[in-house]
């Protein structure tokens, strides 16, 4: 097949170890898919395909991914520290039987990406980065939880924000959301970025190109 693995007999278990006969489990996925790569449409190789038991594993690690950003929601004033806001993610993720994907990858020092105001993303966190009154920050986390990644971020606005940035936020808020309507069975990623794009472009707004 076009993922260069074999491909069951009919009547043979399918490879996906479902446990049930080739034609009654993936074979007219796996013959689109075939057809769609053939025509040059980029496709998945089969063993990146997701299972119940590897969805269910995601669930739980978001789980605690979005358990942290409510956490920080909570507590996340002015005069807080993004040295602060890391080490609650630390010892939340650790306290959740998880682990911060950020911390050690590449040599990355903490435990999560915090940027605030013009910086686009990938601040690190500092004691000397206070918060103050009409910033936004965008706290950016990973977590693995039982060898499944999960990976969110979200914007807090500080106090009294500016309409020009609550109107930034809330613009690429709409924009994330049109993009999770376009996810489709069948679909390309790319309508997931055009209707990202179409969204911020009507509402006198640019995408970042770079990152
Ligand atoms: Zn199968």
Avoid at 44 to 69: H, M, Y
Avoid at 87 to 105: G, S
């Amino acid at each position: 097949m076009y993922d260069g693995q074999p491909v069951p007999g009919r009547n043979d278990l399918c490879w996906c170890g479902s446990g049930k006969k080739y034609k009654k489990c993936h074979m007219r996925r796996d013959q689109r898919l075939e057809e769609l790569a053939s025509r040059g449409e980029e496709v998945l190789p089969r063993r990146l395909f997701k299972t119940a038991a590897d969805i269910a594993g995601i669930k739980r690690s978001a789980e605690v991914n979005i358990g942290v950003l409510d956490y920080v929601g909570k507590r996340i004033v002015a005069g807080v520290s993004t040295e602060q806001i890391d080490q609650w993610i630390h010892d939340y993720t650790i306290e959740h039987d998880a682990v911060p994907a950020d911390l050690n990858y590449e040599g990355y020092p903490k435990s999560v990406c915090t940027s605030i105001n013009d910086v686009v993303c990938h601040g690190i966190p500092s004691p000397d980065i206070v918060l103050a009154d009409g910033d936004i920050v965008n706290v950016d986390c990973s977590t693995i939880k039982g060898g499944y990644f999960s990976d969110s971020s979200r914007m807090f606005c500080i106090g009294d924000v500016s309409t020009e940035r609550r109107r930034l936020v809330d613009v690429t808020k709409k924009s994330v959301e049109a993009g999770l309507a376009a996810v489709r069975p069948w679909g390309h990623l790319g309508d997931v970025a055009h209707a990202v794009q179409t969204q911020a472009e009507q509402a006198g707004f640019s995408v970042v190109r770079d990152f």
